[in-house]
């Protein structure tokens, strides 16, 4: 017995050990882009600096609390002499096990990001989540605990990766969040538990969180119990598959849930042998064929959707209210970007978001429609756009010399203020782009290539209220509000 007993407090401190150090198994140098690519590619004169980029494997733990081993992209900007802070990007929805940064920022997927926010001075860490990448097992969607520790674990296997790298590489305390899509929920989740339980461990400096779903168990649970019509009917299976799986008691087969020929589909992929693409097409074509339009709804059991319906301790409720994301109060600079046309989350997550979280006190939050008419697709570049430049509002880039001081944004000479209908720029110090903002951060007017020391900016077009103005050029930042009144 004794040896038993010694053998288990081993065994416990072993497990405690690992998952209070993870660590980074491996480090692949995949490639380097120069400030001028990264430029050009982004078509942002705000990129500073060259960027190289890497996959490494790190260890964490699975939803069963064994350990697991997974991937991730990590980016680094070039310049010795300074000091960069952190940024995790969490990544939207994979199609197969190889959309993830690490994999796809070699074929122009969402890990050439990493890329943009590398070459303007940040750090970035981009995970690519348990059951991804060279992770094994089903990917559990949409699982909030798992997408928050994962990218944890990976800004804990830092000092590896440090060590691996060498000198030349410092980083500062400062940590910002964003991600779109499924990656907006990881992000959202992220911060919260950076906010609570990891309070002591890490400081959030500032969130973006874009086009999420946030609120698994009333908005989505609502669009997935109605009769509406709705084109990414994947997205059902492949989240009660991945919830069944870190809660075991969803259902025994996936015959109890959907009805056939959708069940015999649904299993494929559950098997490995269709990816979510495939078995979106697929689906939507048999709701077409068999109930006269895409009507996600239908593929369920009509019983199941009933229980569902009136019993609100059912475990496919708790389990989605579970993955909600937003029942708290953010108390660092936090914005939420949507849009109202989006045709996959829809917009009411970031409302729902927005009410709770003022409720509850948030600091400083604001969320934005930055294009009202755009899709899920044609929302990116906004909210990207939006979320960029929220961010350089607090990056703190220093010199690792202290004869130096660290890059400001520094003013921008306008006048008149107020004014009427136009306002000149002065003494701009060469060429640039000039972008005017409205105050709930939108993008009114982008104008390249000024070149003027002095260029005359017409408002006219705009209606009264107050704007702010910035100029870009060579990598640095000038900005200023004005006010418009006639």
Known sequence: ?????????????????????????????????????????????????????????????????????????????????????????????????????????????????????????????????????????????????????????????????????????????????????????????????????????????????????????????????????????????????????????????????????????????YSGNINLIQLNSQLINLLTQNEGACRPVRMLHPQLVQEVKADDGHPVNVALRDNNVYPWAPQVPTRIYYCMADDQVPFQNSIVARDTMLARGAADLQVIDVNSNADHGGCVSPALLNTVLFFLTYRDVGFVSNTQEPYAIAPLQLQPNPTNGAVWLMDLPGEGQVQVFDISGRLRQDLSGIADRNYRLNLSTLENGVYLVRFLSEGRLWQSKVVLHR
């Not at 017995?1 to 660590?23: E, G």
């Not at 942002?44 to 490494?56: E, H, I, S, T």
């Not at 939207?92 to 943009?116: A, C």
């Open 1 to 269: 017995m004794h040896k038993r007993l010694l053998s288990a407090f081993a065994l416990c401190l072993l497990l405690a050990s690992f998952l209070d150090a993870q660590k980074m198994v491996s480090a692949q140098f995949l490639g380097s882009r120069t400030r001028a690519q990264i430029a050009a590619q982004f078509n942002n004169p705000l990129v500073q600096y060259d960027a190289r980029f890497y996959r490494v494997i790190y260890t964490t733990k699975n939803t069963a609390g064994q350990p697991d081993t997974v991937s991730g992209l990590i980016v680094v900007p070039q310049d010795p002499a300074r000091i960069f802070p952190r940024l995790v990007y969490q990544h939207g929805t994979s199609s197969t096990r190889t959309d993830v940064p690490s994999f796809n920022v070699l074929t122009g997927g969402e890990g050439t990001l990493g890329l943009l926010f590398a070459g303007m001075g940040f750090l970035t860490f981009m995970p690519d989540y348990l059951g991804l990448g060279v992770a094994k097992g089903f990917h559990p969607y949409v699982h909030a605990a798992s997408e928050s520790w994962v990218a944890a674990d990976m800004l804990r296997a830092l000092p590896d990766f440090m060590a691996y790298y060498g000198p030349g590489l410092h980083v500062n305390s400062q940590l910002f969040v964003t991600g779109y899509s499924q990656g907006g929920h990881a992000s959202m989740a992220f911060q919260r538990d950076v906010e609570g339980p990891w309070k002591n461990e890490f400081k959030m400096t500032a969130a973006s969180h874009m086009s999420g779903p946030y609120s698994i168990g009333e908005v989505m649970r609502g669009l997935v119990l109605s009769d509406d019509i709705y084109f990414y009917p994947s997205y059902i299976p492949h989240t009660l598959i991945s919830y069944q799986n870190v809660y075991g008691n969803l259902f025994n087969f996936v015959q109890e849930v959907f009805r056939e020929p959708y069940a015999t589909l649904i299993s494929q992929h």
